[in-house]
C-alpha cells in the first residue's frame, strides 16, 4: 500500500488529522455502511477523541475544499464519520481481518510521518524567525 495515498486522506479537522469513513471503508475493501454497522455496534470502544461524525456545515466545507471525493458520496444524506490515529488503531480490534491489521499498520506510518514532517516544519519555522 502506497503511503503517499494515505496521506492524501487525512484531513486536518477540529485541530485533529482525521480519516472519514469512506476512505477506511475502502481501504479494508468492505462497504461503508458495513464499517459504521461496526462501530455502531462497538461505540463504547470510540470516545469523541477516536471517533466524531461531521457537522453538516464541516461536511460542506470538506467537500468544497476536496477534489478527490465521488460524487456519490458528496451528495449522500449521510453524514460521515472521522476517525483519529487512535480511532483507526480502535478500528483493527472492531474489524478483525488480516487485511485491517495490514492496512492498519500502513496508515500508522502515515501518521508518524505526518507528524514527523510537522515537528521538521516547526523547527525550520523557529530557526527562520
Keep these: 500500500m502506497n503511503l ?4 492524501q486522506i487525512i484531513f486536518n479537522i477540529r ?8 476512505n477506511l471503508a475502502q481501504l479494508y475493501k468492505v462497504e461503508t455502511r458495513a464499517l459504521k454497522q461496526a462501530v455502531k455496534r462497538n461505540i ?47 478500528l483493527s480490534t472492531v474489524l478483525r481481518s488480516e487485511r485491517a491489521i495490514k492496512v492498519n499498520i500502513e496508515i500508522m506510518r502515515a501518521f508518524v510521518i505526518l507528524r514527523k514532517m510537522a515537528l521538521q516544519y516547526g523547527e525550520l519555522w523557529q530557526k527562520i524567525n
Excluded at 15 to 22: F, P, S, T
Design 44 to 90: 463504547d470502544r470510540f470516545p469523541s477523541d477516536f471517533m466524531f461524525e461531521l457537522t453538516k456545515d464541516e461536511w460542506k466545507e470538506l467537500i468544497t475544499n476536496c477534489d478527490n471525493l465521488p460524487d456519490a458520496v458528496k451528495f449522500s444524506p449521510a453524514l460521515p464519520f472521522a476517525f483519529t490515529e487512535q480511532g483507526v488503531a480502535m
Design 15 to 22: 485541530g485533529q488529522r482525521v480519516i472519514l469513513d469512506l
Design 4 to 7: 503517499q495515498v494515505i496521506q
